[in-house]
């Protein structure tokens, strides 16, 4: 019996280095996907970080149960926009981008796709690549959470910090499309 074809990444090769895309991170205040409380985005363009933004996010729920995870408190996000209110200030970010960045992608998919349902907006069709699935496939890197792959590649990172996480993300979908590309030449 022949073993199965491991399944390869698109984009993961010279080519990602000249897609624009977006890495893309959700803290989110309790269990329920569409408790979005913060945002980060970092805007890949022709393998540069081109652009850079965090949002706090008032979330529909009032209760927290994961401040002890991100720091983030109700009193916190009092003041800030609800996520349609985010989302509107996004489109220059995400406008062109092939596709989205996020470690544990089905996570922030799960979340972007709730908290659009929520608030009756259109869920973007972009598609979503794993910084993980990545992590994993180009250098078999076993444990991938987010804090392993940066001390692996000595990159810096706050976790749990939406914009340090999305920043993270995108170095490392960068540094994976290299190191592919490197492999291949």
Same mark, same amino acid.
């Given at each position: 019996?022949?073993?199965?074809?491991?399944?390869?990444?698109?984009?993961?090769?010279?080519?990602?280095?000249?897609?624009?895309?977006?890495?893309?991170?959700?803290?989110? !205040?309790?269990?329920?996907?569409?408790?979005?409380?913060?945002? @980060?985005?970092?805007?890949?363009?022709?393998?540069?970080?081109? @652009?850079?933004?965090?949002? =706090?996010?008032?979330?529909?729920?009032?209760?927290?149960?994961?401040?002890? %995870?991100? @720091? %983030?408190?109700?009193?916190?996000?009092?003041?800030?926009?609800?996520?349609?209110?985010?989302? !509107?200030?996004? @489109?220059?970010?995400?406008?062109?981008?092939?596709?989205?960045?996020?470690?544990?992608?089905?996570?922030?998919?799960?979340?972007?796709?709730?908290?659009?349902?929520?608030?009756?907006?259109?869920?973007?069709?972009?598609?979503?690549?794993?910084?993980? !699935?990545?992590?994993?496939? %180009?250098?078999?890197?076993?444990?991938?959470?987010?804090?392993?792959?940066?001390?692996?590649?000595? =990159?810096?990172?706050?976790?749990?910090?939406?914009?340090?996480?999305?920043?993270?993300?995108?170095?490392?979908?960068? !540094?994976?499309?290299?190191?592919?590309?490197?492999?291949?030449?």
């Amino acid at each position: 019996m022949v073993a199965p074809k491991k399944k390869s990444l698109p984009f993961l090769s010279g080519e990602l280095l000249h897609v624009p895309f977006v890495a893309i991170d959700f803290e989110t !205040a309790n269990r329920y996907r569409d408790s979005a409380c913060a945002v @980060g985005m970092v805007r890949v363009d022709d393998g540069v970080v081109t @652009g850079r933004r965090s949002w =706090l996010i008032r979330p529909k729920q009032s209760f927290f149960e994961f401040t002890h %995870i991100h @720091g %983030i408190t109700l009193a916190d996000v009092m003041d800030s926009p609800s996520f349609d209110q985010v989302w !509107a200030e996004c @489109g220059e970010l995400l406008g062109g981008a092939e596709f989205l960045a996020a470690h544990n992608a089905s996570f922030d998919r799960s979340v972007l796709q709730a908290c659009c349902l929520s608030f009756h907006l259109p869920v973007p069709r972009a598609p979503f690549l794993c910084s993980m !699935a990545a992590a994993r496939q %180009i250098w078999n890197l076993r444990p991938t959470r987010l804090s392993d792959v940066c001390a692996f590649l000595n =990159l810096r990172l706050k976790h749990h910090d939406a914009l340090s996480d999305a920043d993270a993300c995108a170095q490392i979908m960068l !540094a994976a499309a290299r190191h592919a590309h490197s492999r291949r030449v």
